[in-house]
Every structure is written in structure tokens, then in C-alpha cells.
């Protein structure tokens, strides 16, 4: 009787020191992992604050250098760092408009995710901008500007952006023809952009094509009424073909928008002098 009960509290001694040795794994464990999450933790910070400064170079550098400490948790910080790379690469073309950082932005970006279409679309437009603002610096901008655009339009063909900004890039560059099947393709693919029939209208404007153009301006202005720069350039395309009663009441609709606008109001003085005179 008395080896049975010696036996039985044998036994509840190695279960109490099993469950406490259990206890001790399990907050060994959950120590670890904690101290395991803060140290991802404090690496992301430290990457985000080289992002807080712009500075996107060693940004990455510094994720580069998170994923070798911690190779487990890859997924987490290449999630982390393309979430946050990306919306400072937008805050720096958008927000900040400072293109040349934006364009080196959008070429890590674009490295990191080589089939994301909308890094492509980013950086063309960058260097477009770029280019429009503070004129040709460095390198082949253009060219890399249409690359740029080229492969945003082959990764997404059924981009109306992409096929805007490669048509943007092409006529930029003075290759006309091929800009304005850009166009028509953008707007076949969203036919209620006003802006691209501005665009492509704006574009056979300059080609000569002045009748299609004015079909043109005329779609942009059922779409957009108010559009200024369209009553403008319809205006002064109805001059061209003289169609000067129509080309006086778009002068006139755009004075009801932009009163100052200093060229249409000499052109209107003008055409109702001729008008007057004839």
C-alpha cells in the first residue's frame, strides 16, 4: 500500500516538473519570438527614417541589409519596403515635385518589381516632367523616358495611362505618327478621357490635319465643356479653316472663363473687326 502511494507521488513530481519545464520552453519561446519582432521592428524604423529623409538609396540598402539579418522573415520586410518605397516615390513626384529624385525612385522601384506596369508609367512620366521643367541635362532622357513608356505598355496593353504617357514620350521626342496611334489607342480604351482627345487633337493640330483635329476638340468639348485649353486651340483651328462664327463663340466661351486670357481677347477684337469691316 505504502509503494503504491510513494509510486503515485513519484509520478505527480515528474508531471509537475514536466509541466514546469514546459512552462519554461514556452516563455523561452515567446521571449525569443518577442525579441525576434522588436529587432525586425527596430530595422524597418531605421529604413524609414532614411526614407523620412529622402534618401532612397540607403533605404534600400538598409532593407537589403534587414532581409540578410533576418531571413525569415524576408516576406515581412520585402512587403514593408515595397509598400513604402513606393508611396515615397509618388509623395516625391506628386507632393514634393522633385523629379530628379522621383525618376531615381522609380528606377529602384523598378528594379525591385520588374513586371509592376505602373512603375514604368511613374518613371516615364518623371523624366518628362523633369525635362518639360528644367530642359535637357543629363544623358539620353528621352530615350530612357520612351524605354520607360515602351515597357509599361507592353507589360499592361490594356493601360489607357500607359498608352497616354508612351504617346506623351513619342510626341515629345517628335516621332508624330507613332504618338498619334498612342492616342487613338488611349482612346479606344477609355473613350470618356477628355483629356486624351485634347491631346490627340493638339497632336494633328500641329501635324496640319486641322479639320480632324477640330472633330476632335469638338469630342473633348462635349465631355468637358469648360475645358479652356480647348476652346482656345478649337478657336484658333476655326480661324485656320475660316470658320470665324464658330471660332468667335469659343473665344467668347473661354472670356467667360478665363476674362484675362490675353490672346484670345486680341484675336475676338480682331475677328469682329474683319466682321465688322466685311
Known amino acids: 500500500m505504502c509503494d503504491r502511494s510513494e509510486s503515485k507521488n513519484n509520478l505527480l513530481k515528474l508531471l509537475n516538473i514536466w509541466f514546469i519545464f514546459l512552462i519554461f520552453c514556452n516563455l523561452t519561446v515567446s521571449v525569443s519570438c518577442q525579441q525576434k519582432k522588436e529587432s525586425i521592428e527596430t530595422s524597418l524604423k ?5 526614407l523620412d529623409k529622402d534618401d532612397v538609396v540607403l533605404a534600400n540598402d538598409c532593407y537589403d541589409k534587414a532581409i540578410t539579418e533576418h531571413p525569415k522573415s524576408e516576406n515581412e520586410i520585402l512587403d514593408a519596403r515595397e509598400k513604402t518605397i513606393f508611396a515615397k516615390c509618388k509623395e516625391l513626384r506628386f507632393e514634393k515635385r522633385d523629379y530628379e529624385k522621383a525618376i531615381t525612385c522609380f528606377q529602384i522601384f523598378a528594379n525591385l518589381l520588374p513586371n509592376f506596369p505602373e ?3 511613374f518613371l516615364a512620366d518623371s523624366y518628362h516632367v523633369y525635362n518639360r521643367e528644367f530642359g535637357y541635362k543629363t544623358g539620353d532622357t528621352v530615350g530612357r523616358a520612351e524605354a520607360a513608356a515602351k515597357k509599361a505598355v507592353e507589360l499592361r496593353p490594356e493601360s489607357a495611362l500607359a498608352h497616354e504617357k508612351y504617346g506623351r514620350i513619342l510626341e ?3 516621332d508624330w505618327e507613332r ?3 498612342e ?7 477609355e473613350p470618356n478621357d477628355f483629356s486624351s482627345w485634347l491631346a490627340l487633337a493638339h497632336l494633328q493640330d500641329k501635324m496640319g490635319k486641322t479639320n480632324e483635329a477640330i472633330e476632335n476638340y469638338e469630342q473633348n468639348l462635349k465631355l468637358a465643356p469648360q475645358n479652356p485649353f480647348a476652346l482656345y486651340f478649337v478657336g484658333k483651328a476655326y480661324e485656320k479653316v475660316g470658320r470665324i462664327a464658330h471660332a468667335i463663340e469659343s473665344y467668347e466661351n473661354l472670356l467667360k472663363i478665363e476674362a484675362e486670357h ?3 481677347k486680341q484675336r475676338l477684337e480682331k475677328l469682329k473687326k474683319n466682321t465688322k469691316t466685311k
Open 183 to 189: 492616342y487613338q489607342q488611349t482612346i479606344k480604351l
Open 262 to 264: 490675353y490672346d484670345a
Open 46 to 50: 531605421q529604413c524609414q527614417a532614411f
Open 172 to 174: 515629345w521626342k517628335g
Open 179 to 181: 504618338a498619334l496611334k
Open 119 to 121: 512603375a514604368y508609367i
